[in-house]
């Protein structure tokens, strides 16, 4: 019965920035793996970027080097920092966790980058 819930969506200019959040409740196994996925109009959700609770880190190419995540354990929270948004990055980003116990979502939050 975990729950995550993001926060931090919006709408930004191209080359803006923004920070997305994930708070996660319940019962949360030590090992586990955090992300970001996102879905676009008409496309398929896709990774962003996950970070292990140890801190091992996997980004997708089409945001290495403007995005950065991490997570502080103590709080069950994992962080989006968004830099240099594209009008591309246009999606519903998804915050994932992925445990031996199976696999949550949240519910999503809305970042748009206007032209």
């Known amino acids: 019965q975990v729950q995550l819930v993001e926060s931090g969506g919006g709408l930004v200019q191209a080359g803006g920035s923004l920070r997305l959040s994930c708070a996660a409740s319940?019962?949360?196994?030590?090992?586990?793996?955090m992300g970001w996925y996102r879905q676009a109009p008409g496309k398929q959700r896709e990774l962003v970027a996950t970070?292990?609770?140890?801190?091992?880190?996997n980004y997708a190419e089409s945001v290495k080097g403007r995005f950065t995540i991490s997570r502080d354990n103590a709080k069950n929270t994992v962080y989006l920092e968004m830099n240099s948004l594209k009008p591309e990055d246009t999606a519903v980003y998804y915050c994932r966790l992925e445990a031996v116990e199976g696999v949550d979502w949240g519910q999503g939050t809305q970042v748009t980058v206007s032209s």
């Open positions: 970070i292990t609770n140890g801190g091992t880190i």
């Open positions: 319940g019962r949360i196994f030590r090992l586990n793996v």
